[in-house]
């Protein structure tokens, strides 16, 4: 692993015993503030360096049940066609979502396409979506029209499988996850959480974070983005990432 920090003015990443605390200040809403690590800035997509079939275990706890904003950690191809990240001058296209990982989206989040899956609290989850396919353009046409409609095409395009987790997250866990070529296994503290025959597409990144963004498509079509207020410092610490090549 080559895990490097990517910060806001105001984030920090601090090592500590076997790991690091990645932190955000107190703040009002509508600054960004980011503590993230990960090991793809600066590569183009093609040059992310995980691919199936591996298991990647670690500890962690959070400094809050209720922050506001998102943290997690896992696998992703970081989608979007732009960075918060500070200090990186270059743009590329965004691409559809492919993501292993343990994630929590605060109640202004909803970060699902399915009615029928959970797109806010503390969740287990896993997206494959291919390179392209024609329903998006279909999906383009529409969504100055009906976003309701437009939101249905995607979730036909995008396969996800997610799960709630209900358990205390500032105490010390131990999260697990197998990513296989036909299929993923989610384990907290040794047991099954999420067993699922969606698989991300490779290459991904590796990416733990916290911030105060939100981002919500709810099923009604409505789209919201924003960044929250932060009425306390908020940290996640993690220690003893382990990563098994199967």
Do not use: C
């Not at 995980?50 to 049940?65: C, F, G, M, N, Y």
């Not at 989850?125 to 995607?154: E, N, T, Y």
């Not at 908020?234 to 990432?241: D, F, G, N």
Request: proline share 9%.
């Amino acid at each position: 692993m080559n895990l490097k920090p990517r910060l806001s003015s105001e984030g920090k990443v601090n090592v500590i015993k076997m790991g690091w605390r990645l932190m955000i200040p107190n703040g009002p809403a509508g600054r960004y503030r980011l503590s993230q690590l990960d090991d793809y800035l600066g590569l183009v997509r093609s040059a992310y360096p995980w691919h199936p079939p591996l298991t990647i275990s670690l500890r962690a706890r959070v400094s809050s049940k209720n922050d506001p904003g998102t943290w997690g950690f896992g696998l992703w191809n970081d989608p979007f066609g732009f960075s918060f990240g500070p200090g990186e001058g270059f743009f590329r296209l965004p691409a559809l979502p492919n993501t292993i990982w343990f994630f929590y989206a605060s109640p202004k989040n909803y970060l699902s396409l399915r009615d029928d899956k959970p797109g806010r609290g503390f969740l287990a989850q896993v997206f494959r979506s291919p390179r392209f396919d024609f329903k998006l353009i279909l999906a383009g046409l529409v969504f100055p029209f009906s976003r309701k409609v437009s939101r249905s095409l995607l979730s036909r395009v995008i396969a996800e499988d997610t799960t709630d987790l209900s358990f205390n997250v500032t105490e010390w866990h131990t999260y697990r996850f197998y990513w296989g070529p036909a299929g993923s296994t989610f384990l907290v503290d040794e047991n099954i959480v999420l067993e699922t025959p969606i698989s991300p597409v490779p290459p991904l990144g590796m990416v733990i974070w916290i911030d105060n963004q939100y981002a919500a498509f709810v099923p009604n079509g409505k789209l919201s983005w924003g960044l929250e207020e932060n009425m306390e410092s908020e940290w996640l610490e993690i220690e003893q990432i382990e990563v098994k090549m199967d």
